[in-house]
């Protein structure tokens, strides 16, 4: 399964064995992680909505354009969504090419368009209160 959106954590061996492939000479891994600090305030959890069924396809339609657009033999893409306690795996961009530089720019490409265009939501709680992310803003949930 080279899309998902799950609230289960990622295994990076079954992730990567739907990719592995004799012609590919390198795998770039980009994993996003809860991180405990954002904008000057402690981070407790993140909770990931998420539109499942939208999200799905904008991530194959990412895939799909990735490939299109890299010299890149494969991608995956995988989200979670739910509580997420620091720590936790948040999204996982995995892409295989012959060289490393197309897989290097092909995963950067594809978390910057995930980011932008799938209909996934973040609230973070922090000591300070929760707020909703929206790029670099910070909306309190009322």
Same mark, same amino acid.
């Given at each position: ?17 739907? =990719?592995? @492939?004799? $012609? ?7 994993? /996003? !992680?809860? +991180?405990? %600090?954002?904008?000057?305030?402690k981070v407790?959890?993140?909770?990931y909505e ?33 509580? =997420?306690? @620091?720590? $936790? ?7 295989? /090419? !012959?060289? +490393?530089? %197309? ?40």
């Amino acid at each position: 399964m080279k899309v998902k959106i799950t609230k289960e954590p990622f295994d990076l061996n079954e992730a990567l064995s739907y =990719l592995l @492939v004799p $012609e590919a000479g390198g795998y770039v891994f980009f994993l /996003g !992680k809860v +991180r405990n %600090e954002n904008h000057g305030r402690k981070v407790r959890k993140l909770i990931y909505e998420a539109y499942e069924e939208m999200a799905i396809e904008e991530m194959e339609r990412i895939r799909r354009e990735a490939l299109e657009k890299f010299p890149i033999l494969d991608i995956l893409i995988w989200h979670r969504y739910g509580e =997420l306690s @620091v720590g $936790e795996d948040t999204i996982l961009i995995i892409a295989s /090419g !012959k060289h +490393r530089k %197309e897989a290097f720019e092909a995963c950067m490409w594809a978390i910057d368009e995930v980011k932008r265009r799938v209909p996934v939501w973040k609230r973070e709680v922090t000591d300070e209160g929760i707020f909703w992310i929206e790029g670099d803003k910070l909306v309190p949930d009322k």
